[in-house]
């Protein structure tokens, strides 16, 4: 991990995770060591998650309360698709990818100053905060990019989590 002193490389970011779902760099102060892993790396994907990014974007997709897509990705049009985004990044625990989230521009001309994100957590790792993670670091990732805001427009109602992590960040 990297400690008090060492600086994570600048294209991965990472956080402890505490029980809270909380990132340690507002807890670290607060709770004890052991409740700080394990060790959440949120980065751009590589080639080698494409699988994973296809499994968990499908996951959602079937689920049809969180995307408008109706059609599931495969290995090709998956990294069609994820390298076409602004960014196409991943959070992952190890080397097991827990979810993945895209920005682009939310539209075109002079609309395109305002990003748009879509964000998919794993089944398996919903509950432990990844969501928050995700959006936490899409809306720096999104800034240093160059857009002015991130829009959240595309949202299916009946998807609460995501609703409710949403207005939380306002």
């Known amino acids: 991990?990297?400690?008090?002193?060492?600086?994570?490389?600048?294209?991965?970011?990472?956080?402890?995770?505490?029980?809270?779902?909380?990132p340690n760099l507002l807890i670290r102060k607060h709770l004890p060591r052991k409740c700080l892993e394990p060790m959440i790396t949120i980065r751009p994907f590589k080639e080698a998650d494409l699988l994973a990014m296809c499994d968990i974007w499908n996951e959602v997709v079937e689920a049809a309360n969180a995307f408008p897509q109706e059609e599931p990705l495969d290995i090709t049009t998956g990294k069609a698709f994820f390298l076409?985004?602004?960014?196409?990044?991943?959070?992952?625990?190890?080397?097991?990818?827990?979810?993945?989230?895209?920005?682009?521009?939310?539209?075109?001309?002079?609309c395109s100053h305002i990003a748009n994100g879509s964000y998919a957590v794993s089944h398996k790792a919903r509950g432990k905060g990844v969501g928050r993670l995700l959006v936490e670091d899409s809306l720096a990732r999104s800034k240093a990019l160059g857009f002015r805001g991130l829009q959240f427009n595309a949202v299916v109602d009946s998807n609460q989590g995501a609703r409710h992590l949403y207005e939380d960040r306002g």
């Not at 991990?1 to 909380?22: D, I, K, N």
């Not at 959070?91 to 001309?109: F, K, M, Q, S, T």
């Open 1 to 22: 991990g990297y400690g008090r002193h060492e600086e994570a490389p600048r294209h991965a970011q990472r956080y402890s995770v505490s029980r809270l779902g909380l």
């Open 84 to 110: 076409e985004q602004s960014a196409s990044v991943v959070a992952l625990e190890g080397a097991d990818i827990l979810g993945l989230y895209i920005i682009h521009p939310n539209n075109v001309g002079r």
